[in-house]
């Protein structure tokens, strides 16, 4: 999420500073727009089979150097008295018709510790609109819904795992929404420059070290859509440039760096 | 996943608005956009 207005508000030059050093003068510019238009994003659907439930959920994932390729997710119940989201229906060839042959899952129930759960599992995703000769195959793909929050992962080429949906805390995790026009929108995947979201952090204290935390990864088109790497998806030697832009009792503008090492 | 650390906030700061700005170490073999994180800073 950019914020074109605080962001300008920062644009002027800095008084720059390692923990170490003494503070020297650099100008910044405010972060470029993330790789994908969230606002242009269309969010017609273009069929949907026979639901069930009382209120559907409705969810987006974007795939893609653009996020081209939309895949609606629509979680439902098998009938009006479920006790939980156990039908998901998801768009497997981006055509934008849920009703396609295998495009519907049942997902499986579980209660634990008063909270009930309902897990699918699509396993083999191909990614569409990649080449039938080398299609891009992401396995072990998975959603799971709770009262609170919708969930996913999947390795992403078969390697690595992307997950969401994560937010500042975990009040603000990812649901699903009850509109297709209001959808929280998902990147998955590896292929973007990564952007971060905060986790618990975003208080400092004057006058000491804070315990900094943020996600890697891809942001969604709302808070609580973040897509992240996993703890194991960096290097030792790869690292967070955490860069505190400031200002001192005087109105004057600070910035001190700092490098996220540790790992999560 | 979370990468983590301290980030030290000056005795000299104000309080009031401020920004985070996370970009991926230079040597890093993946791209990163760098993304600014509204945080509060408070009395210590």
Redesign the interface.
């Known amino acids: 999420m950019n914020r074109p207005g605080l962001a300008a508000a920062w644009i002027v030059g800095w008084i720059v500073a390692t923990p170490a050093g003494a503070p020297r003068e650099e100008g910044t510019k405010p972060p470029p727009a993330g790789p994908i238009d969230f606002a242009g994003v269309p969010r017609t659907i273009g069929g949907l089979p026979e639901l069930a439930g009382p209120q559907p959920l409705y969810g987006l994932f974007l795939f893609g150097r653009s996020g081209e390729t939309r895949v609606w997710a629509v979680l439902d119940s098998t009938d009006a008295k479920a006790r939980a989201y156990d039908v998901l229906h998801l768009d497997l060839n981006a055509d934008g018709d849920l009703t396609g042959e295998g495009e519907r899952f049942a997902g499986k129930v579980e209660s634990a510790r008063g909270e009930t759960s309902c897990r699918f599992t699509i396993g083999r995703f191909v990614q569409p609109g990649t080449p039938a000769e080398a299609p891009r195959v992401h396995t072990d793909f998975s959603v799971t819904w709770t009262p609170d929050r919708v969930g996913y992962r999947m390795n992403w080429d078969g390697g690595a795992l992307t997950m969401g949906a994560y937010g500042p805390d975990g009040e603000t995790y990812g649901t699903f929404s009850a509109r297709p026009e209001t959808a929280p929108i998902f990147v998955p995947g590896h292929d973007h420059p990564f952007q971060f979201e905060t986790w618990l952090s975003r208080s400092l204290r004057r006058g000491r070290d804070n315990e900094f935390r943020v996600f890697v990864g891809n942001r969604g088109s709302v808070t609580g859509a973040f897509t992240c790497v996993d703890d194991r998806f960096l290097r030792p030697d790869e690292y967070v440039i955490a860069t505190l832009l400031y200002k001192d009792r005087t109105s004057r503008e600070r910035s001190v760096r700092y490098e996220l090492r540790e790992r999560c | 996943?979370?990468?983590?650390?301290?980030?030290?906030?000056?005795?000299?700061?104000?309080?009031?608005?401020?920004?985070?700005?996370?970009?991926?170490?230079p040597?890093?073999?993946?791209?990163?956009?760098?993304?600014?994180?509204?945080?509060?800073?408070?009395?210590?």
């Open positions: 996943m979370l990468c983590h650390g301290p980030v030290g906030v000056p005795a000299d700061a104000a309080t009031g608005k401020a920004i985070v700005r996370c970009e991926l170490s040597d890093c073999r993946f791209p990163s956009l760098p993304t600014d994180l509204e945080v509060e800073i408070t009395g210590g």
